[in-house]
C-alpha cells in the first residue's frame, strides 16, 4: 500500500461582523442594540470578561448618551461610509469568500416590525451585489450577537420564545431579498456564547450584584436552537443552493496535570461549554450527558411539541467554530490565570501569549478540527482565527506586522495537517480581515486586520484605509495555494 498525502484547494476568507465594522449607529432608521450599549473601559488584566456583565444602570446610562463618546461599537470601523472602498481591497486582497453579517436592528429597528426598514434594505442590498460582483463567495452570519435593545427591555431578549417568532421574519426577509447571493450561512454566530457570556449571546441583562438565572440562560438557547432549525427550513425553501452551519468558540481544553480529576473535567468542559450546542445543531438532539448538568444545576427547560422533530430535521449542513487559543482544565484553584476568548483559563506554561493574554496554541487549531469532524462527519470551516494585536501606523503609512504573518503561518500549516489526517475542510476565514472593534475588550487598539483602519478606542480618527506587510503576505499565500491545485 502506497500512502500518498492528501491535498485540497479550500476556501481562503475574511471577516467582520456588522456591530464591529459598521457603525452608522442612528442613521436611515436603525435602534440601538445591545453592542451600541457596551461602552469602552480602560483595559486591565481582566477587561476581556469585565466589559461583558452588563447591567440595567449600564444600559440606562448608554441610552442617554446621543453620541459615540465610550461606545465604539456606535463607530465601528466606519465601515458604513466605507463599504464600496473595502469590498474593493477585499478583492485586491484575493480572498474567496467574505464573511459579514447583517444588523438586525438596521433591518428591523425594534425587532418586532411587521415590514423591515427600506433604508436597511436597500444598504444590504448594494452590499450583496457588489461583493458578488466582485466575485467573491458569501458567507451570511445572521446574527453575530447583536440584538435590537427594544426586544431585550420589552421581551427579556431570547428568555422568550416569541423571539423565534421575530427572528423567522427576520430570516424570511433575508432569505427573499438575497437568497440567490448567498452560498454558506450561519443562523448565530459562536451560539454557545449564550452560556459563557448571556449578555452577548441571548441579551440577558445581569441583574445588579446577582449571579444569571441559568434556567434562564439555557432556555433562551433552547431558543436560538429552535430559530436556527426554522432558519434553515426558511432557506430551505427561498435559497436551496445556499448550505447552512452552526458555529461555537472552540477553545482545546487540555487537563492541567494527568490527575483522573484534571482529565476528568477536561471532558466535562468540553462538552458543556462547546460540544452541547454543536450535539443539538449538527446532529440533531441533545445529548445525554447534559441530563445530569441539568439536574444538578437545578435547569428546566420548556419544550413545545414539534421541538424535538424539528431539530432532527433541520441539521445544519456543515460546521464551524472560532479558534483562538487553548484552554487549561484543572480543579485546582489557585493557579494563575489568564484571558481568552469569551472565557478565562488557567495559563499554560508551554504556551506564549498575545499582549491581551491570549495563548498561542497552533495545534490546538489541528486537534480541534479532528475531534469536530470525528464527532459530526460534516464538512468544517474555520469561521474566526487571527492574532490580535496593537499595530503601529508609521509616517510613511506602512504597517509592519511580522508577529500576525508567523501566527498565520504556524496556523495554516496546523490546517494542512489537519486535511492530511483526514479532516474535510472546506475554508479558512480570518477574523477581523479590516481592523474592527474587537468584541472582547471593546476596543479599536486590539487590531486584527490585514487593513489598517486610522480610527482610535474613543471614535476618533481618519478611518482611513491602509494596507499592513500581512495583506501582501495573505495575497501571495492565497494565489500559491490555488495554483498548487492548477498544475
Not at 481591497?89 to 464573511?99: A, C, N, S, V
Not at 416569541?162 to 440567490?180: N, P, S
Not at 449564550?194 to 450584584?209: Q, R
Not at 498561542?360 to 487571527?386: A, C, H, V, W
Amino acid at each position: 500500500m502506497v500512502y500518498i498525502q492528501k491535498k485540497k484547494d479550500i476556501l481562503w476568507g475574511g471577516a467582520t461582523a456588522s456591530s464591529q465594522y459598521e457603525g452608522g449607529y442612528d442613521l436611515d432608521g436603525k435602534c440601538l442594540d445591545t453592542q451600541d450599549c457596551r461602552p469602552y473601559l480602560k483595559r486591565t488584566s481582566d477587561a476581556t470578561t469585565a466589559t461583558r456583565l452588563l447591567t440595567q444602570d449600564v444600559i440606562d446610562e448608554a441610552k442617554k448618551c446621543q453620541g459615540i463618546g465610550n461606545y465604539p461599537f456606535r463607530k465601528g470601523s466606519d465601515g458604513y461610509h466605507h463599504i464600496d472602498e473595502d469590498i474593493a481591497l477585499l478583492k485586491e486582497l484575493g480572498i474567496d469568500i467574505y464573511r459579514f453579517s447583517i444588523s438586525w436592528a438596521r433591518l428591523y429597528p425594534q425587532g418586532d416590525e411587521l415590514e423591515p426598514n427600506k433604508k436597511g434594505i436597500a444598504f444590504y442590498d448594494h452590499i450583496f451585489k457588489e461583493v458578488h460582483k466582485a466575485g467573491m463567495k458569501i458567507f451570511l452570519t445572521m446574527n453575530h450577537y447583536a440584538v435590537p435593545l427594544y426586544l431585550v427591555e420589552n421581551y427579556g431578549g431570547w428568555t422568550n420564545r416569541k423571539l423565534v417568532i421575530f427572528y423567522e421574519r427576520f430570516a424570511r426577509t433575508v432569505f427573499e431579498h438575497w437568497g440567490q447571493y448567498i452560498d454558506y450561512f450561519l443562523p448565530f454566530n459562536e451560539i454557545n456564547a449564550g452560556y459563557f457570556s448571556p449578555y452577548n449571546g441571548v441579551g440577558l441583562v445581569k441583574e445588579k450584584d446577582k449571579s444569571y438565572n441559568q434556567s434562564l440562560v439555557f432556555q433562551s438557547l433552547h431558543h436560538q436552537f429552535i430559530a436556527s432549525a426554522q432558519t434553515i427550513k426558511i432557506a430551505r425553501e427561498l435559497s436551496p443552493k445556499s448550505q447552512s452551519g452552526c458555529m461555537v468558540a472552540c477553545f482545546c481544553y487540555y487537563p492541567l496535570t494527568s490527575s483522573p480529576e484534571d482529565n476528568l473535567k477536561a471532558v466535562r468542559d468540553e462538552e458543556i461549554h462547546q460540544w452541547f450546542a454543536v450535539d443539538i445543531l449538527a446532529n440533531g438532539h441533545y445529548p445525554s450527558y447534559m441530563d445530569r448538568f441539568f439536574r444538578e444545576n437545578d435547569i428546566h427547560l420548556k419544550m413545545e411539541e414539534g421541538d424535538e422533530a424539528l431539530l432532527k430535521e433541520y441539521a445544519c449542513d456543515f460546521v464551524s467554530f472560532s479558534y483562538y487559543s487553548s484552554s487549561i482544565a484543572t480543579v485546582q484553584e489557585d493557579g494563575q490565570q489568564t484571558a481568552g476568548n469569551l472565557v478565562v483559563s488557567t495559563k499554560n506554561p508551554y504556551l506564549k501569549a498575545s499582549e491581551w493574554g491570549w495563548q498561542i496554541d497552533p495545534i490546538g487549531l489541528r486537534i480541534m478540527l479532528n475531534k469536530m469532524y470525528d464527532r459530526t462527519q460534516k464538512p468544517i470551516f474555520i469561521s474566526e482565527n487571527g492574532l490580535g494585536a496593537r499595530d503601529q501606523l508609521n509616517s510613511d503609512f506602512s504597517i509592519h506586522d511580522p508577529y500576525r504573518i508567523d501566527y498565520l503561518k504556524q496556523h495554516f500549516k496546523q490546517i494542512e495537517e489537519a486535511i492530511d489526517d483526514g479532516v474535510d475542510v472546506i475554508g479558512y476565514i480570518m477574523w477581523g480581515v479590516i481592523d474592527i472593534v474587537s468584541a472582547g475588550s471593546c476596543e479599536m487598539a486590539k487590531r486584527y486586520g490585514v487593513i489598517y483602519v486610522d480610527g482610535d478606542n474613543l471614535g476618533n480618527g481618519t478611518y482611513k484605509r491602509y494596507k499592513k506587510d500581512s495583506f501582501k503576505w495573505y495575497h501571495d499565500y492565497i494565489q500559491a495555494q490555488h495554483q498548487q491545485f492548477k498544475k
